[in-house]
């Protein structure tokens, strides 16, 4: 934050902002005292408590990148249901095969013909052969951890320090000054004490990997290509190729969760960089909206995991969970893969990332702030500093006040940021409209900081 603001005018300028919001949105504000009756924190979700302003809006309607509220407000939508609509909303597509099979049988625990294309279009787009389907990328996580156990024998997942994957155990972990193993702060009620399950390195620090690796009990390095849940913090050059090198040297598996690095291309980071996971993770915007998440492996893997999925008495957990692979889900991945998150939707989508970051850093340079954004693929982000390297450094660098008032004044004005951070999703749907929407709210923001 510039020298020149203090807390005390974020305070005053937060206040007169949630002002505003509460005048805006009456019928809000009514639906959500309704809420509080029976629903826990007045959300169906705990996340929906972490919006701007004293209450969540509701909802009446979302289509493409914008959204409107119960009291008639239209919103441009840069959160895209943080990456779950980064197809854009209610694509007509998704909504006609999920209303068809609907109409045909929800769940039957049988798969229908759409499985086998699905599984194939996956393999072609991330490049691993074999595949399973879950509901949720925290699911996935979960079941690929497993899986990874099953096969190495070996117990601990090692995690990078502010990493997200989920309500995952193993991943919700941090690493202490002396590098221990902590608990993250608001982890609610774990089980084990996590350093019995995870080691922590710092992203981007290979000799801190080893020396987690070289204990010869991790039996998965699980990460995120780039970290986007701490902000965007970007691999440095060789970093990933060193990771893999790491795994195999000491008999680890590398999982990539590309739940939100799909942002970097049709066959996400993997495909893009060139990357070669053991498992590959990504949940989200597969289904278009609709909670679908799917884990690839190698040949090799597959093969090796084969005896443990096949038979009677085996998987007795029921890997995946009973509505896995619905033939609903199958019907919306398909209807989603076959005309989004494609190529020529990307080709759009990312250049208007590049716009919006070019905008935003604009603003930056016309007031001379110490600020930085950075693009990945058709997502970017802001940060008051330089570009943080590691997980420690950028949660270091969060201002909370200050994302507060930037997320609500640009909400006051009709654009929704994703929340936690000050990241912006680019879909096809969006304009060079849109960004310079964006655009000239957050110039205004800024400017009546420092005013
Ligand atoms: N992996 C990553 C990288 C994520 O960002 C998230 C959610 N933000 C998840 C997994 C969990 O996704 P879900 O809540 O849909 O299970």
Redesign the pocket.
């Known amino acids: 934050m510039p020298q020149t603001v203090t807390d005390d005018r974020l305070v005053s300028l937060l206040a007169q902002e949630e002002a505003r919001f509460v005048d805006l949105h009456p019928r809000s504000a009514a639906l959500a005292r309704e809420a509080r009756t029976h629903l826990l924190s007045g959300v169906p979700m705990a996340w929906m408590t972490r919006w701007p302003g004293p209450f969540p809006l509701f909802l009446q309607e979302a289509s493409g990148a914008h959204f409107r509220d119960v009291d008639g407000l239209s919103y441009l939508d840069l959160c895209l249901g943080?990456?779950?609509a980064m197809t854009g909303h209610a694509l007509p597509q998704v909504a006609e095969a999920l209303h068809a099979q609907a109409l045909r049988g929800i769940t039957t625990m049988l798969p229908s013909p759409d499985a086998a294309w699905v599984a194939g279009e996956l393999a072609r787009r991330f490049g691993l052969p074999k595949w399973q389907l879950a509901m949720?990328?925290?699911?996935a996580?979960r079941f690929v951890i497993r899986l990874a156990r099953q096969l190495s024998g070996k117990r601990r997942i090692l995690v990078f320090d502010y990493c997200?994957?989920?309500t995952v155990e193993e991943a919700l972990v941090m690493q202490g000054e002396h590098g221990e193993v902590l608990p993250r702060p608001g982890n609610l009620g774990w089980g084990a004490h996590p350093s019995e399950l995870s080691r922590v390195a710092q992203f981007n620090d290979l000799r801190g990997v080893e020396d987690a690796l070289r204990h010869g009990d991790v039996a998965a390095v699980l990460t995120?290509p780039a970290l986007?849940?701490i902000g965007i913090v970007l691999p440095d050059e060789g970093f990933l190729a060193g990771l893999r090198d790491l795994c195999d040297r000491y008999g680890a598996f590398l999982i990539l969760?590309e739940?939100?690095t799909i942002c970097a291309g049709p066959g996400g980071a993997t495909r893009e960089w060139g990357l070669q996971p053991d498992f590959f993770?990504i949940?989200?915007p597969l289904g278009g909206g609709m909670p679908t998440?799917a884990y690839g492996m190698t040949d090799d893997i597959a093969g090796r995991l084969a005896p443990f999925l096949t038979g009677v008495d085996v998987d007795v957990s029921g890997i995946g969970g009973t509505l896995t692979g619905s033939a609903l889900a199958l019907a919306a991945m398909r209807a989603t893969l076959s005309s989004a998150l494609r190529d020529e939707d990307f080709a759009r989508a990312v250049p208007l990332a590049r716009a919006w970051a070019d905008g935003v850093q604009g603003v930056i340079d016309r007031h001379g702030l110490p600020w930085t954004v950075q693009v990945l693929g058709c997502r970017a982000e802001y940060w008051f500093c330089p570009a943080p390297r590691n997980g420690r450094e950028a949660a270091a660098a969060g201002q909370p006040l200050l994302d507060a008032y930037l997320h609500l004044f640009l909400l006051n004005r009709g654009v929704l940021m994703t929340p936690f951070h000050n990241m912006a999703l680019l879909s096809p749907h969006h304009t060079q409209a849109d960004v310079d929407r964006h655009t000239e709210v957050f110039a205004q923001a800024v400017a009546s900081l420092l005013a």
């Open positions: 943080d990456t779950g949720t990328a925290t699911d996580n997200y994957h989920g995120e986007t849940n969760d739940t939100h993770v949940g989200k998440a």
